[in-house]
């Protein structure tokens, strides 16, 4: 079974940092694309970040140069380290792992971790 638990949500002040963990466990983690969505009240979730399987990353206008993602296939983990924080950052982030083989897609889900930035 496919596990993925993130970590690292916390209230933080305005201009303040937080990494974000997400450890996948049941599965070949180096096979999976990684992604870091977030879900703000009211809104649509949204792709955040994203690493390949290859190391390639990309990342949404709003987080780039403030957002780092990053993979370490040896813990199974992907991170997302958050600089310079906004209140228009204050969401749930959601890790997700997903590839495609064939013509089969494989897609999963953590529960989620609240990020709030405020003073």
């Known amino acids: 079974q496919v596990q993925l638990e993130e970590s690292g949500g916390d209230l933080v002040q305005p201009g303040g940092s937080l990494r974000l963990s997400c450890v996948v466990s049941?599965?070949?983690?180096?096979?999976?694309?990684m992604g870091w969505y977030r879900q703000a009240p009211g809104k649509q979730r949204e792709l955040v970040a994203l690493?390949?399987?290859?190391?390639?990353?990309n990342y949404v206008d709003s987080v780039k140069v403030r957002f780092t993602i990053s993979r370490d296939n040896t813990k199974n983990t992907v991170y997302l380290q958050m600089n310079s924080l906004e209140p228009e950052d204050t969401a749930v982030y959601y890790c997700?792992?997903?590839?495609?083989?064939?013509?089969?897609?494989?897609?999963?889900w953590g529960q989620g971790t609240q990020v709030t930035v405020s003073s």
């Open positions: 997700n792992a997903n590839k495609v083989v064939g013509t089969l897609g494989y897609s999963y």
């Open positions: 690493i390949t399987s290859g190391g390639s990353v």
């Open positions: 049941g599965t070949i983690f180096s096979n999976y694309n």
